[in-house]
């Protein structure tokens, strides 16, 4: 994909051409983007079980890793060393890691620690006999890893604008977590979530509750910040003096960190919804709740999150459909409201040549 396909000037931009969101080919190509950064999980939900499989991640990438928090928290390869069996099928609390194919053993660093039938073996063991560690970063109470090291998304700014939130204080829900199943393209899935141009013709409630003519969108090297104003008299962020937004009604902070991780923050806590590619025509979605205040989850725009998400998976499929027309191509993208999914499709053609 050439970087001179998404024209710079979003005026006379033309949007992604329709093949890359119906060709086997063009998904195939472009599942190269998902190796850096990847959303782990919250430290809230190491409190319960301190070893967790990071199954969403092998999804994404087909990278099997395990969190594991002990004297220090690490990511590491959740595949043994010896035949490759998967390591940790279940989140657990365990004094170390044991393979249930041949008894391999290993420390929770990853070291290599015991492996019987293994006298006679020659250099045995050695450093290849450890469990491959991963980068890992924490950041406001949640953990990110990536395949290898890569480039460190803005994570000071953006704690600078949402710090003053303290997710890293937020409680996991489990009754808030979903797994959707979506029959469109998971390019369609992120160019949705980064506009609100379709709320008012989509989301008749959420409409209700966000201040559609006050909607913006601020892009930055990684990712997307949108800004949701509350309608007069709703639910709002009580923002800090000398913030960057102070005076303004608040109801929600849409972030989106490349090229497939949404965290959604409102005053009731923070829903983080994670994009998993399937096929060319086929996505999932993993959503994940994390509440500071349970009494405001059934007010202003974070309440009505199931039938926001009903709503987006059928008009996603519908535009699924109208892809595959040979009368479509490419569209245009609206200066005003559209800067978000113009700089998404920037930022992917400035991955390939």
């Known amino acids: ?24 080919s063009e998904f195939e190509r472009l599942k190269s983007v998902f190796s850096g950064w990847q959303f782990a999980a919250h430290t809230s939900e190491l409190e319960s079980h301190t070893i967790q499989p990071l199954e969403h991640i092998e999804a994404v990438n087909g990278e099997s890793m395990v969190l594991i928090q002990d004297e220090e928290t690490k990511c590491v390869s959740n595949v043994c060393t010896h035949r490759g069996m998967r390591l940790v099928l279940e989140p657990c609390t365990k004094k170390n890691l044991q ?23 020659i250099d045995f063991p050695s450093a290849s ?7 890992l970063k924490q950041w406001m109470g949640m953990y990110f890893t990536a395949q290898e090291e890569v480039p460190d998304l803005p994570w000071e700014m953006l704690e600078q604008r949402l710090g003053w939130i303290a997710p890293e204080r937020f409680t996991h829900d489990a009754r808030r977590d979903r797994d959707h199943s979506v029959e469109a393209n998971w390019l369609l899935y992120v160019d949705n979530f980064l506009e609100g141009f379709h709320i008012p013709y989509v989301h008749p409630e959420l409409n209700q509750a966000l201040d559609y003519s006050g909607y913006v969108t601020e892009t930055f090297d990684g990712g997307v910040l949108q800004i949701g104003k509350a309608m007069k008299g709703d639910v709002k962020f009580d923002l800090p003096k000398g913030h960057p937004d102070e005076g303004q009604d608040i109801a929600a902070y849409y972030l989106w960190l490349f090229p497939n ?3 959604n923050f409102y005053p009731w806590g923070l829903s983080v919804n ?62 005003s409201k559209e800067q978000g999914v113009h700089h998404f499709h920037r930022m992917l053609s400035q991955n390939f040549d």
């Open 261 to 263: 991780m949404m965290f």
């Open 129 to 135: 006999d450890h469990l491959k560690q991963f980068p």
């Open 99 to 121: 393979c249930r194919y041949h008894g391999r053993t290993f420390n929770l660093d990853g070291t290599f620690r015991y492996m019987a039938e293994f006298e006679q073996a």
């Open 274 to 335: 994670v994009v998993i590619p399937v096929s060319y025509n086929q996505c999932r979605i993993l959503y994940r709740g994390y509440v500071s205040d349970a009494e405001l989850a059934s007010q202003g725009a974070g309440s009505v999150l199931d039938t926001v998400e009903h709503q987006d998976q059928w008009v996603i499929e519908e535009v699924q459909k109208g892809m595959a027309s040979k009368a479509y191509d490419r569209g245009r993208y609206s200066p």
């Open 1 to 24: 994909m050439s970087e001179q396909l998404i024209d710079a000037d979003i005026r006379r931009a033309r949007t992604l051409p329709s093949r890359f969101y119906t060709e086997p």
